[in-house]
């Protein structure tokens, strides 16, 4: 059964626009790795089908917490805690983190 | 299916104990620097005032950068007027070239290059799925052995994390920083990770 990781980050009410809500298998989680001392990019396969480059969700998280969300991260695609399908990574619009550290996430597709 | 995410982190800090004289020091050395610091914007810089234990960072604007040589600038310059017994500690600002976690089943593979003293290991490139998208590598370097056992001990060490944690989670192979990993027992004197 393949695992979902599920992402929003309204700008402001209710998600209404493009890249406020994602949800991605986690088949598509390509790697993460560092953006700044409190940022980390997940790298995702395009969600529109194309090739390049990967769709970007950035979790904001305490300074230096990249291991932490490294962990986290392979934690929910293997859904460690709770074996459900649907994991809620970042979910800003009902202030959901499951990820210790993290207090925000932007997403950004290239379609 | 469980998945394994393979970890590396390298090594990017320094500390310096200022005496007297110019207030420049030198990085880039290989027991303390796997990434090639080219530009001020690379690094942050603190310095722990020895006269009453505050921290200071020091803003870009009161740095430069020539080749190896980190100056601060004097205080009036955005920098900070140093005295003996200040602690300089230069980091290094993480990026997608200082730690990474890489998927286990986009492993490709990893040989021995052009020198007897690197290897590099390579996993499809995590920003693309393109039908020729190039790979994201780590470049081992080590004291030759003279391919004795060194290389073979590296292919080794990747295939221990590859099918670690049946689980699936994070399994580190080197974190320089800390000294751990599957390969933190092997004389690796600096890795390079270069997300293409």
Known sequence: ?111 | MKTNFLHFKSIGSQTFTYASGAQTVTINGADFWDVAITNKNQVTVTVIDATDGSSNAIAQAGLTLSTNDLTILAASSSGFDLGAGDIITVTVIPTENTEAIFRADRFLGVEANASATTAVLSFKSMKSRGSAPGDDTITFTFVSDSGAAMMKNISLGVLEALNADKNGGTVTVLDRLNKTGTLAGLAITKMVIAVA
Do not use: W
């Open chain 1, 1 to 111: 059964m393949e695992r979902y990781l599920y992402f929003s980050n309204p700008n402001s009410g209710a998600p209404d626009e493009t890249q406020e809500t994602a949800m991605y298998a986690t088949s598509s989680l390509l790697g993460a790795a560092p953006a700044s001392a409190i940022t980390t990019s997940l790298h995702f396969a395009p969600r529109d089908g194309g090739a390049s480059p990967a769709d970007i969700v950035t979790l904001t998280h305490t300074s230096g917490g990249h291991k932490a969300v490294f962990d986290g991260i392979a934690s929910l695609v293997n859904a460690e805690k709770n074996n459900m399908p649907f994991q809620v990574v970042a979910d800003v619009e009902n202030s959901i983190f499951n990820i210790s550290g993290v207090t925000a996430c932007s997403i950004a597709s290239t379609d």
